[in-house]
């Protein structure tokens, strides 16, 4: 009797995943992630994904996710600090990821606008709908990012080269 | 849940409008860039109002005289932000190369 809410729990965190999947992907890929390396640790990360077989564009976005804090960063810090402070932690943490970024050599503006996108959409989903919790967002942040990051690096470079070029970035 | 009461949309709204005021009279530039390390009106000078708006609420609690400071602030923050954190155009660079 106690699987159905289990499954419940899993289902609301697969969607909560997927949401912010879509946030920090789309917003990242048109903010010109995947179109040139910030730095040149994410040229390193780019140059090993295509020589194992991958997208070079889906690696500069791999290599600049990981050597600044941009959208996908911003994701989690934005339900984290939702988690604690409301709505308005959300905007504390839009400012905290704009410092990051600059410390990092990034402009900013993907980290910024992820993180309130993400603030809006956790507003909307979790104290306008009620259909989510704020946990199952940071639960699914970090399955959004294991999913591009760890587990079949070279496929999700391919997807992201892929969703760049439909997007019309590179 | 965000209360949207009048103290506080003052308190938000007045520091924004102080900030690009004030931004527009530091002569930032108009126009957006999203590839440029350099400040302009827009942006980052929305989110540090908001960013600080929120801090000081939990800290010190909200007025109209603190948002418009903090509209100050804000404004010659972003124009001083090139300044403090110099950026490079590697990405430019090496796709030339």
Not at chain 1, 68 to 92: K, N, Q, R, W
Not at chain 1, 93 to 108: E, F, K, Q, T, W
Not at chain 2, 32 to 58: H, Q, R, W
Request: glycine share 10%.
């Amino acid at each position: 009797m106690e699987l159905i809410p289990t499954i419940i729990e899993l289902i609301k965190i697969i969607i909560a995943t997927i949401i912010c999947w879509l946030n920090f992907v789309i917003v990242d890929s048109f903010f010109g992630l995947p179109k040139t390396p910030g730095v040149s640790g994410a040229n390193v990360i780019a140059n090993k994904i295509k020589s194992k077989g991958g997208n070079i564009n889906g690696g500069y976005f791999m290599g600049n996710i990981v050597c600044s804090p941009d959208a996908s960063a911003g994701t989690l810090i934005a339900s984290m600090f939702y988690y604690v402070l409301g709505f308005e932690g959300g905007l504390i943490g839009a400012l905290l990821v704009y410092i990051g970024n600059r410390l990092c050599n990034d402009p900013g503006y993907a980290g910024t606008i992820g993180t309130i996108t993400a603030t809006m959409l956790i507003f909307v989903f979790c104290d306008l709908l009620k259909v989510l919790n704020i946990e199952y967002f940071i639960a699914g942040m970090v399955i959004a990012i294991f999913t591009i990051q760890g587990f079949l690096p070279i496929y999700a470079s391919k997807l992201l080269g892929n969703i760049a070029k439909s997007l019309k970035v590179i | 849940m965000i209360v949207l009461d009048y103290n506080n949309l003052m308190f938000y709204g007045g520091a924004l409008i102080v900030s690009l005021i004030v931004g527009f009279l530091l002569k930032l530039p108009l126009k957006v860039n999203k590839e440029s390390f350099e400040s302009n009106v827009f942006f980052p000078t929305i989110f540090i109002v908001l960013g600080l708006c929120a801090i000081t609420k939990f800290l010190f609690g909200y007025n109209i005289v603190y948002g418009i400071i903090i509209g100050i602030i804000s404004a010659i923050f972003s124009k001083y932000a090139i300044n403090l954190f110099s950026g490079v155009d590697y990405g430019v660079n090496s796709h030339n190369n």
